[in-house]
Every structure is written in structure tokens, then in C-alpha cells.
């Protein structure tokens, strides 16, 4: 009897077949399977992720640059906002009415969430976070930027954030980007190219209780993850008008606030951690977790972090005339959008002009034109003076910034990306991927997938979305090594 083909065996067409089927978590998983499947998947780092608003949820769509298509994930629950993105993760915020705002790292692709202690402060703005690859309950560091001149962490174990004081910045300054790097290393960069490092406290893990006794208080019942209710093993009981209690229906288990004409149906919020629920002459009353207020959480239990100018002495104190080279000295004032990356070892800072077109006068004579946003790119040269300075060419890789934590890509072989370039967030109206050309210096759309929606429901962009930060393209490039951020160690799915 002849032996059946291996799955390694399979012709790329039914594979790729097969492959148009999986949800992104198996598609992922697919392509570490073998060599041949690996060769036959395209990969599905870069994505943007794209969000289609609902009711009371909103879906995140994954859409792959590589792959051509887009990939759903969980649905999140409305009113958080996403301020940070990192190895398959999101930082989100969610701000509920008269409480203070619960931050949560929520791994959409397979529906996991650890919520944040409590971020207590006088200001709710929070404009990005970032935090170390593949979090844990038990193991996490998480550094925000809080309003203009604050820096805030967490770490396991932490009964609450700790606020750093003041970073002592030049007038007007303000930070503007956030990058996490090795070792609990964060570079924080300014709105006028000023750089600072913060050494965050070495993580400790948390050590799991071993019996209740140990458990000291509970965490806030709070969850934004959209659960569907056909997949929820329980059923719940409620009360109709003469004070039986009968199951609830499906189709009201799991509803949050929301009034739908269509399905005569109201849900009524009552102080009793309640909500009652009518349809017709049945009422259902169905309890709702409360969670806990952010004050009975305890102490702060942060060990200390210490930050520090990024610049040597001989730069200090930071003046753009002194750091930039001609005409960057000048070009630092009209860039507000600002971010860092880390490629093959070096810094980089990458400038967006985002108002308008601008003639600047140079001081030495001469003039500078900045179009609508144009990008700059300066790479850091310790052993120089200037020690920023202007980079034309990319060597082939591709940098993307926005509130993802920056990555830069080896683009080569990539399918659909191109190398020398800057993708960004941004654009007319409303936030959409755009491309830069190092070679054109021209910004344009980035042709993103399509995703399948109702009609009605716009979907706006988000981030840049990859599974893993550590990208490693070595079948394609003749194991050229990509990194987002030197010497970074990852775990899980490598795109």
C-alpha cells in the first residue's frame, strides 16, 4: 500500500487555499508548521489595524500588507482607546463616567487582557504607552507619557503607578514619543528632537498566591473583551413582572447599555448593580459587576526608575543648533510629529512638517523648504558633532511609527512592502496608512486590504499592527537580521 503524502508535501495552490480559511491566530501558527509551509504563507507583519465601530463594541481588524487580506479579531468593548501597540498587544484606556480611567494590555488575537493598576493623577491624558513583549499578570513593566512633561510606570506587583517628576526640558518643550527597548530601557523623545533614557526598576515577577489568605485584595472585575453571547456556557436568570425567576433569553445575555427600536427593546441602569431589561410584557432584572473604585487598591510598591539625558556632556545642555546639523537645527521647530526608532544598533528620529507647507530662513543664509508632510530622518552619531544628522537611504529597510511601538523592517522580499520608506498614520481627513519615499519624498496611500463591513460603518485606522516587533525575514534576505529594537528577545509567533 503506497504511504500517504506528508503535509510538507502539499503544492502551494490547495496550500494557499487552505491557508485563506485560517483566522490569523492559526494562520500564524501555520506558518511555523515546516519550511515549505513558511515559503508558501506570505507573513502577515506589516498590518494595519483598522476598527469597525459598533453600538456598544468595536472590532479591530488586522489588515496585512503581505497577505493582501484582513483578519478580524476579538471585539473590545466601547469607550476604550487604543494608546500603544506591541507584539501582537494593544494599550488601551478606558474611561468610565465619574471614575477614573482603567488601563489594560488586550491581546486581541487570542482574547487575552491584564488589567493595569490604577493610574492615579490630577490629569487623565495619557498620549502613549509602551511596555515589554509578551506581558504577563505576573510579569510586566509598562511606561506612559503623561501629559507634557510627566513619565509614568507600573510593574508587576505594583499596587499603583508611580509619577516621575518633572523632566527638566528646554521652555515650550513637551515629550511626544515613547520606545521600549531591552533591559527596561525606555527613550523618550521630545517635540523639538531632545532625547531622554528612563531606566525602569529590574521586573520582578509577581509571585502567585498560595492560598487565599496570601491573595491580599482583589482585582477590579473588569474586562473590555466583547464576548459573544452564543458562546457563553451559562445561563442566566432573571425576574418578570410577577417576581419569577426564569432564564433570560439569548438574545439579552451579554447586551450592554444600548436602545434598539427595531428589536422593542430597552435596558434601564439601576443603582442596585442591576439592569433591568424589557421586551413586551416580560422584564428581566440581570446583575452587572461593579468594579472596584481605584482607591482601595493600596499602596505604591514601585521600585524606583531614574531618568537621564540621552546625550553626552559635551551636548548638554540640549540646543538644536548645537545637536542638529544645518538645516535640521532649523527644520526641529517646524516638525511637531516626532518619533524614534532603533535599526540594526543606531537611533534614528523620524520628522513629519504636519500643518503646511513652510519657507524657512537658514541662519548661515540661504533657504529651507518643508512641504505638507515631508519626513526627515537623522540617524545618531555618537562620535560626532553634530551627533544628529540627515539620512537619504535606509539601506533597504522600512520604519513604522504612530503610536506602535516603532518597528523597522528589512523590506526585501516582503510582499507588498517597499524599502526606503517611512510608513505612518495619518493623512486628509481621516487617519489612513500613508507611505513615504526616502527616494521621492513624497507621501502617498498605503495600499491596505480591504475589509468586509456593513454598509455604513467607515472604519478608521488605528496603528501599525505586528504580531512580533523582533521581525526576522532570514528565508528572503539571506538571513539579514531585521530588528525593531536592538537585541530585543521575543517569544511566540516571528513574522
Request: aromatic share 10%; net charge neutral.
Amino acid at each position: 500500500m503506497a504511504p500517504f503524502p506528508r503535509w510538507a508535501d502539499l503544492q502551494p495552490d490547495p496550500l494557499c487555499r487552505i491557508g485563506d480559511l485560517l483566522d490569523l491566530k492559526d494562520y500564524a501558527s501555520a506558518r511555523g508548521a515546516c519550511t515549505a509551509w513558511r515559503c508558501s504563507f506570505a507573513p502577515t507583519s506589516p498590518a494595519l489595524l483598522l476598527a469597525v465601530a459598533g453600538s456598544d463594541w468595536w472590532r479591530p481588524y488586522a489588515a496585512s500588507l503581505p497577505t493582501r487580506r484582513s483578519f478580524g479579531l476579538n471585539a473590545v468593548a466601547f469607550g476604550s482607546r487604543c494608546v500603544g501597540s506591541s507584539n501582537g498587544w494593544l494599550a488601551l484606556t478606558v474611561t468610565k463616567p465619574a471614575r477614573r480611567p482603567v488601563f489594560i494590555l488586550l491581546n486581541p488575537v487570542a482574547a487575552v487582557e491584564i488589567v493595569l493598576p490604577p493610574l492615579i493623577y490630577e490629569s487623565n491624558w495619557v498620549s502613549k504607552v509602551v511596555f515589554t513583549p509578551n506581558p504577563t499578570k505576573e510579569d510586566f513593566a509598562v511606561a506612559a507619557i503623561c501629559d507634557v512633561d510627566r513619565i509614568a510606570y507600573v510593574t508587576a506587583g505594583a499596587r499603583r503607578w508611580a509619577i516621575l517628576g518633572p523632566i527638566g526640558l528646554t521652555g515650550d518643550d513637551q515629550l511626544t514619543d515613547l520606545i521600549y527597548t531591552d533591559n527596561g530601557k525606555v527613550y523618550c523623545l521630545t517635540k523639538y528632537g531632545d532625547v531622554h533614557l528612563l531606566r525602569l526598576p529590574e521586573r520582578r515577577r509577581r509571585r502567585k498566591p498560595t492560598n487565599a489568605d496570601d491573595a491580599g485584595p482583589s482585582e477590579p472585575e473588569f474586562s473590555v473583551i466583547q464576548r459573544p453571547t452564543a458562546q457563553v456556557p451559562r445561563i442566566v436568570f432573571g425576574t418578570d413582572n410577577a417576581g419569577t425567576q426564569v432564564p433570560v433569553p439569548p438574545e439579552f445575555q451579554g447586551l450592554s447599555n444600548v436602545f434598539s427600536e427595531s428589536q422593542g427593546l430597552h435596558r434601564q441602569c439601576r443603582h442596585d448593580s442591576s439592569t433591568r431589561i424589557s421586551r413586551g410584557p416580560l422584564q428581566f432584572q440581570v446583575p452587572v459587576r461593579v468594579p472596584l473604585p481605584p482607591e482601595s487598591q493600596g499602596p505604591d510598591m514601585n521600585a524606583p526608575a531614574t531618568v537621564e539625558p540621552f546625550l553626552c556632556e559635551a551636548n548638554l545642555p540640549f540646543k538644536p543648533a548645537t545637536v542638529f546639523a544645518t538645516p535640521y537645527d532649523t527644520v526641529s521647530a517646524f516638525t511637531s510629529a516626532k518619533n524614534l526608532v532603533f535599526c540594526e544598533g543606531s537611533l534614528y528620529q523620524v520628522w513629519r512638517n504636519s500643518s503646511c507647507t513652510v519657507t524657512l530662513q537658514l541662519p548661515g543664509g540661504g533657504q529651507c523648504r518643508v512641504s505638507d508632510n515631508e519626513i526627515f530622518v537623522l540617524r545618531y552619531y555618537p562620535q560626532r558633532q553634530p551627533c544628529w544628522d540627515g539620512v537619504k537611504d535606509l539601506g533597504g529597510y522600512s520604519f513604522f511609527v504612530g503610536k506602535n511601538n516603532a518597528v523597522s523592517m528589512y523590506a526585501e522580499g516582503v510582499p507588498g512592502l517597499r524599502g526606503n520608506c517611512v510608513y505612518w498614520i495619518g493623512g486628509r481627513g481621516r487617519d489612513q496608512g500613508m507611505v513615504f519615499d526616502m527616494a521621492t519624498g513624497r507621501s502617498t496611500p498605503c495600499q491596505a486590504p480591504q475589509i468586509g463591513v456593513a454598509p455604513g460603518h467607515v472604519p478608521s485606522t488605528v496603528c501599525w499592527f505586528f504580531l512580533s516587533d523582533l521581525v526576522s525575514n532570514s528565508s528572503s534576505n539571506g538571513g539579514r537580521r531585521d530588528l525593531s529594537i536592538s537585541d530585543v528577545k521575543s517569544s511566540g509567533d516571528q513574522e
